[in-house]
């Protein structure tokens, strides 16, 4: 699958993995915690930038953990509307950018957000695409956390893809649902080469919480 494909496939996904069904559960354990490393880090006036905001489901914890400098960008023009109903008062008071990835943050100053993450998002970028690490380190000045599924790769036991299933260690790719792909990546390996010492990190049910700060 080429990067466009990829990338299509997110701005126009509905049901499963759609805002609609991120807004329907709402703030989860994966909230907390990254709500938890940003509490130990950074003051409540950071400036916070979500890669993947969806419909704002973390930002709306942080919001309401006192955090009011809040950033999102998302692909799925739905989700803007969808937070609008959801979370209103984050829709209002936050900046939100629809569009993908690659093409929002090389727009960022240096240093741009006192912090950066990710939940389950940078794994769906294409190997094309992965400049955009590059970028990620340069706009953050403070803290990036990943939240991300890395399938065994950079961890000695097998994880769980996003149906449950084990993946072996030595699979790159997986396609959900048979859908759309999640790479596999070690994110420790990924950070550290461009600078960032990784400061914690959490195993969880699928996904690795790693984080990161500059050197």
């Given at each position: 699958m080429d990067p466009n494909s990829v990338r299509q496939q997110w701005a126009e996904r509905s049901g499963e993995y759609s805002p609609d069904y991120y807004a329907y559960?709402?703030?989860?354990?994966?909230?907390?915690?990254?709500?938890?490393?940003?509490?130990?880090?950074v003051a409540p006036d950071a400036?916070?930038?979500?890669?993947?905001c969806s419909s704002g489901r973390h930002l709306a914890h942080l919001r309401e953990a006192g955090y009011k400098n809040l950033h999102g960008i998302e692909i799925n023009d739905e989700a803007l509307s969808?937070?609008?109903?959801?979370?209103?008062?984050?829709?209002?008071?936050?900046?939100?950018?629809?569009?993908?990835?690659?093409?929002?943050?090389?727009?960022?100053?240096?240093?741009?957000?006192?912090a950066v993450f990710s939940v389950e998002t940078l794994q769906h970028l294409h190997p094309d695409d992965e400049w955009v690490f590059d970028e990620l380190s340069r706009i953050t000045d403070?803290?990036?956390?990943?939240?991300?599924n890395e399938g065994?790769?950079?961890?000695?036991?097998?994880?769980?893809?996003?149906?449950?299933?084990?993946?072996?260690?030595?699979?790159?790719?997986?396609y959900v649902?048979?859908?759309?792909?999640?790479?596999?990546?070690?994110?420790?390996?990924?950070?550290?080469?461009?600078?960032?010492?990784?400061?914690?990190?959490?195993?969880?049910?699928r996904d690795t919480l790693r984080v990161f700060r500059p050197n």
């Open positions: 559960y709402g703030p989860n354990e994966t909230s907390e915690l990254i709500r938890a490393r940003l509490d130990a880090a400036s916070i930038l979500e890669l993947g969808v937070m609008e109903d959801t979370y209103p008062t984050l829709a209002e008071e936050g900046t939100f950018h629809i569009d993908s990835i690659e093409n929002t943050v090389p727009e960022f100053d240096d240093g741009r957000f006192d403070d803290l990036l956390i990943t939240v991300e065994g790769n950079g961890e000695e036991d097998e994880a769980e893809d996003e149906n449950g299933d084990e993946e072996p260690d030595e699979t790159d790719v997986n649902r048979d859908e759309f792909p999640l790479y596999y990546r070690n994110w420790n390996r990924i950070f550290t080469e461009r600078g960032f010492v990784e400061v914690d990190s959490e195993p969880l049910d």
